[in-house]
Nanobody
Framework: QVQLVESGGGLVQAGGSLRLSCAAS????????MGWFRQARGKEQEFVAS????????YYADSVKGRFTISRDNAKNTMYLQMNSLKPEDTGVYYC???????????????????WGQGTQVTVSS
């Protein structure tokens, strides 16, 4: 069974840091683009960051640029999201996703991804 499992979420004060992990199992995702999305309560899902299969093409939402860093370790079949200088507006459920494409044309859109994790809660207190 192919699945993605997020971990690393939790409660942190504003200004703090968290590191999310997305571990893939069932098959390798080393040839797939991957991304992070988040959804705050009562709001629509939004793009956070994406990384192509080589790590050579990376995109961030403007709201997280300069604070978050996406990376991947293909040998471990794992993707990461380092989140620094967290703000209360970063609160939400964070989902990792894998694309069927090595380098999605539109990585900021959910339709580019066909495998999703169950999500991990991130709560930033003010």
């Amino acid at each position: 069974q192919v699945q993605l499992v997020e971990s690393g979420g939790g409660l942190v004060q504003a200004g703090g840091s968290l590191r999310l992990s997305c571990a893939a199992s069932g098959r390798t995702f080393s040839s797939n683009g991957m991304g992070w999305f988040r959804q705050a309560r009562g709001k629509e899902q939004e793009f956070v960051a994406s990384i192509n299969w080589t790590g050579g093409s990376i995109y961030y939402a403007d709201s997280v640029k300069g604070r978050f860093t996406i990376s991947r370790d293909n040998a471990k079949n794992t993707m990461y999201l380092q989140m620094n200088s967290l703000k209360p507006e970063d609160t939400g459920v964070y989902y990792c996703a894998a694309s069927q494409w090595p380098t999605p044309e539109n990585p900021g859109f959910p339709y580019e991804y066909n495998t999703w994790g169950q999500g991990t809660q991130v709560t930033v207190s003010s």
